[in-house]
């Protein structure tokens, strides 16, 4: 018995390690590079301190991404773990076919990008079930769907890797200082365990991707004339 507790608890330690790495932003996939609206925002008098920055990105992580990418990514997680490449394309195909501007999908197809080329340094059997270029959420799907998590642990694990970058950046846009920044990522990381069990909860017809205002805000980015992000 103490030697089957001893691997559970092991092969447990294992995966969540692994998702720590993930959500990481140490990983070399460039989110810190994007601001996902926020520099926008600032540059509208949308968000101008720190409580307008954290329901900012409150509302951006119920509205958006649990709506889109976190339920995209669970249901692609299902779909690596059975070897479903038809699923995969499909759901590849939604993400690009919702990304309103041209920085946003191209965010999505550079951050796909890079996670891919990082998994052929560290695990390049992995790698190979990637058979054309992927989108962010289906290509973190992959790399999560081979840590033995849970598809919820998964998810919890994107949506903090999502938040700790879009605290960074609401630091750097607004600016912000070092506590501020902590107390918009704590802010935001009590909200990731409902928004996840929302995106966990949608089937195909009930993802979304409809938000004007963040459209409209990186429209205006993309011709910025002064910037520190890529989105």
Known sequence: MPTAITTMTMATDASLLQLIWLASPALPVGGFSYSEG???????????NEESA??????Q???T???ADLAVA???IAAWREHDPVRIAELDAWVLQTRETSESRQQTEQMGRSLVEWLKAVQPGLADRAQRPLTWPVAFALAASASGASARDCLLAFAFGWAENMAQAALKSVPLGQSAGQRILGRLASEIPAAVDAALALADDDRQAFSPMLAILSS???TQYSRLFRS
Do not use: T
């Not at 926008?40 to 101008?48: F, P």
């Not at 954290?54 to 509302?59: F, Q, S």
């Open 65 to 67: 991404l649990a709506r």
């Open 220 to 222: 205006r980015h993309e």
């Open 54 to 59: 954290a329901l900012w990105l409150i509302d």
């Open 74 to 76: 669970a249901q692609a």
């Open 38 to 48: 926020i520099e926008s925002a600032v540059d509208a008098g949308l968000v101008g």
């Open 61 to 63: 992580l119920h509205l």
